[in-house]
């Protein structure tokens, strides 16, 4: 019996610096694991703040239109059709908006009973309209598999110059003189073309337009 205990107290001793050993792997694999997660973590929050990075471009846009006059200005001026270009900054830091400079050409001729009434054989009205333009994408809202949504707004100098027979001096309409309007419309973008339809305001020759325009990447940043 006493022989008995003796091996047991033996072995008891003798297990004791395997269990501090054994005790010690355990603290330093726990170790080893917070670090690494720890390290881990800083890791993916790092990649998720560079993929954040901000993404920017600028845009040529070309392109032209219908132009419908409306109210008075329908009296003096036909359908006719005009060209237009914009550069435009488009950035993740700012989306949904788009913001553009733009420029646009339109030329009307006058109705045959316009001219009858004034006594003309010519008359043109030319409007070069310079400004800027804001759109603003539907995406998140209207969300669709083929087209992207948009509104746009604009403000714009227009400079206008008629043309009519020099001998004329009864036409109260001068030759040149220059308007702000403002435009408001509804878009949609199909691959690298928008499509929309604007109305612009301008006292005295308001219009209603249809366009097209393509973009082309210039710059990206």
């Given at each position: 019996m006493i022989k008995y205990r003796a091996f047991i107290i033996g072995i008891f001793l003798l297990s004791m610096p395997l269990m501090a050993q054994l005790k010690e792997n355990i603290h330093l694999k726990d170790r080893y694991i917070n670090n690494y997660s720890k390290?881990?973590?800083?890791?993916?929050?790092?990649?998720?703040?560079?993929?954040?990075?901000?993404?920017?471009?600028i845009f040529l846009s070309v392109g032209g239109g219908i132009s419908v006059p409306l109210d008075t200005f329908k009296t003096s001026a036909r359908v006719t059709?005009?060209?237009?270009?914009?550069?435009?900054?488009?950035?993740?830091?700012?989306?949904?908006?788009?913001?553009?400079?733009?420029?646009?050409?339109?030329?009307?001729?006058?109705?045959?009973?316009?001219?009858?009434?004034?006594?003309?054989?010519?008359?043109?009205?030319?409007?070069?309209?310079?400004?800027?333009?804001?759109?603003?994408?539907?995406?998140?809202?209207?969300?669709?598999?083929?087209?992207?949504?948009?509104?746009?707004?604009?403000?714009?100098?227009?400079?206008?110059?008629?043309?009519?027979?020099?001998?004329?001096?009864?036409?109260?309409?001068?030759?040149?003189?220059?308007?702000?309007?403002?435009?408001?419309?509804?878009?949609?973008t199909l691959f690298i073309f928008d499509f929309f339809v604007k109305y612009n305001y301008m006292k005295n020759n308001s219009f209603i337009g249809v366009y097209t325009k393509t973009k082309i990447p210039i710059i990206r940043f």
């Open positions: 390290t881990n973590f800083a890791d993916s929050l790092k990649k998720k703040l560079v993929t954040k990075k901000s993404i920017s471009a059709f005009g060209i237009l270009g914009r550069l435009e900054f488009s950035s993740t830091s700012i989306f949904p908006f788009v913001i553009g400079a733009q420029a646009d050409y339109f030329s009307y001729n006058a109705p045959d009973e316009f001219k009858t009434i004034n006594l003309l054989t010519n008359y043109k009205t030319k409007i070069l309209g310079v400004g800027l333009n804001i759109e603003y994408s539907l995406a998140k809202i209207l969300r669709s598999s083929f087209t992207m949504p948009f509104l746009t707004v604009d403000v714009k100098t227009n400079m206008i110059k008629r043309e009519y027979d020099d001998s004329d001096t009864t036409l109260a309409l001068p030759r040149s003189e220059s308007k702000i309007s403002v435009g408001a419309g509804f878009g949609m």
